[in-house]
């Protein structure tokens, strides 16, 4: 089992659409989680970070549940702009100790259509 | 302006040649990363430091080296080892600690291409 699974779509979806993707994690112990946003070919920014009690910024919404081991990113009123992959990132644990290590997920691609 | 740069934008390598590729930062933060992204795939960690004059293997460190010996500067070398170097190559850092703090941010990223 991959350390962290996503989707991989792609999602194509007309302007204005809401959008929802997933990605599940294998190890328990992981404390920090981020969902990052990668353009065709340019390198990955974060989007933002996703807290146990779930957060919100603009139109865009993070879940995390600790007891399934799974996250989602909900995106509202799609633009045209939020064409790209998003990449479902969880920090590596080993021994108890993460030393700053991060594990992406494939990425989920997403197409938004006028 | 801080920020994480990488150089060059395109490199090419032949066969039986080592070729080195340059991350700089002035966000003066103390880890730093290098990954891995082929078509289709997530990032994978190559090597990663987290002071200066030290540095771990990641998981795909085989045909690979690194030096740290300025906090600025984290250069990667690919070396005749690597049978299969064509690849997306990316820099990335962060400041100490958990939480957020292990927000990594990532340099413009170096396309590596074999002739």
């Known amino acids: 089992r991959k350390e962290v699974e996503q989707d991989p779509g792609p999602f194509n979806v007309p302007e204005g659409a809401t959008v929802a993707f997933n990605c599940t994690y294998s190890?328990?112990?992981?404390?920090?989680f981020f969902w990052y946003r990668q353009d065709c070919r340019k390198e990955p920014k974060l989007l933002m970070s996703?807290?146990?009690s779930g957060n919100e910024d603009g139109r865009f919404t993070a879940q995390l549940n600790r007891a399934s081991q799974y996250i989602s990113l909900l995106i509202r009123d799609s633009k045209l702009s939020d064409s790209a992959t998003y990449l479902c990132v969880v920090n590596a644990i080993a021994g108890g100790t993460s030393y700053g290590k991060l594990t992406f997920g494939q990425g989920t691609i997403l197409t938004v259509h006028p | 302006d801080g920020g994480i740069t990488q150089s060059p934008k395109y490199l090419f390598r032949k066969e039986g040649q080592n070729v080195t590729l340059s991350c700089e930062q002035n966000?003066?933060?103390?880890?730093m990363y290098w990954y891995r992204q082929d078509p289709g795939q997530g990032l994978r960690l190559i090597y990663y430091?987290?002071?200066?004059?030290?540095?771990q293997k990641g998981d795909i460190a085989e045909g690979y080296s690194v030096s740290r010996e300025k906090k600025e500067s984290f250069p990667l070398t690919v070396t005749s080892a690597q049978k299969n170097p064509t690849a997306f190559y990316l820099c990335?850092?962060?400041?100490?600690?958990?939480?957020?703090?292990?927000?990594?941010?990532f340099g413009p990223g170096t396309r590596l291409l074999v002739l």
């Open positions: 990335a850092s962060k400041t100490g600690g958990l939480g957020e703090q292990e927000t990594q941010y």
């Open positions: 190890n328990s112990a992981s404390q920090s």
């Open positions: 430091s987290q002071i200066v004059n030290d540095f």
């Open positions: 966000l003066n933060h103390d880890a």
């Open positions: 996703v807290y146990s």
